[in-house]
T-cell receptor, first 112, second 114 residues
Framework: RKEVEQDPGPFNVPEGATVAFNCTYS??????FFWYRQDCRKEPKLLMS???SGNEDGRFTAQLNRASQYISLLIRDSKLSDSATYLC?????????????FGKGTKLSVIP | DARVTQTPRHKVTEMGQEVTMRCQPI?????VFWYRQTMMQGLELLAY????????DSGMPKDRFSAEMPDATLATLKIQPSEPRDSAVYFC????????????FGPGTRLTVL
């Protein structure tokens, strides 16, 4: 089983749609979870951290299910500018471990 | 606006040549990472340093790759000799060692080995 797995997509959605991405991870001892965004031919950038209680940032909602080792990202009211690849990222096990393992990403295209 | 910088941004070279990529982390960041990204493998960690000391380079092919941090403002990744399978985008990233996991990436070096 790969360490971090994502549906590669592409997800093609109309403006205004709600879209959800899922991710599973294999290391049950993982401590921290993130979603990064990568625009075409650019570097990855942190979109949001994912907390056990779930967290929201504007149109974006992230959820973590430790029991199922599952992370999700929900985007509401999609904008054209949301078109990008979304990378699910998991920190290594143990305090002080700074190794991030990246999923291969899910590509989103928001169409007018 | 503090940023990670990388040079060169693009590099085309022939198989067997030496390639050196440079990275300047954000001032005050004490952890530096080198990643490689390809379509097939995605983003892979090659090596990382904390306070200039190499902590893990298990992701790096040892026979041809080497990574160093000669000082706090410069990290280098060298490939010698280069091979066509090394063609990829190489990213450098840094963070403040806060444990919160936000790594700041440079713009990458797009390497093509012919």
């Amino acid at each position: 089983r790969k360490e971090v797995e994502q549906d590669p997509g592409p997800f093609n959605v109309p403006e205004g749609a709600t879209v959800a991405f899922n991710c599973t991870y294999s290391n049950s001892a993982s401590q921290s979870f993130f979603w990064y965004r990568q625009d075409c031919r650019k570097e990855p950038k942190l979109l949001m951290s994912v907390y056990s209680s779930g967290n929201e940032d504007g149109r974006f909602t992230a959820q973590l299910n430790r029991a199922s080792q599952y992370i999700s990202l929900l985007i509401r009211d999609s904008k054209l500018s949301d078109s990008a690849t979304y990378l699910c990222v998991v920190n290594g096990a143990g305090a002080g471990s700074y190794q991030l393992t990246f999923g291969k990403g899910t590509k989103l295209s928001v169409i007018p | 606006d503090a940023r990670v910088t990388q040079t060169p941004r693009h590099k085309v070279t022939e198989m067997g040549q030496e390639v050196t990529m440079r990275c300047q982390p954000i001032l005050g960041h004490n952890t530096v990472f080198w990643y490689r990204q390809t379509m097939m493998q995605g983003l892979e960690l090659l090596a990382y340093f904390r306070n200039r000391a190499p902590l893990d380079d298990s992701g790096m092919p040892k026979d041809r790759f080497s990574a160093e941090m000669p000082d706090a403002t410069l990290a280098t990744l060298k490939i010698q000799p280069s091979e066509p399978r090394d063609s990829a985008v190489y990213f450098c990233a840094s963070d403040r060692d806060t444990g919160f996991g936000e790594q700041f990436f440079g713009p990458g070096t797009r390497l093509t080995v012919l």
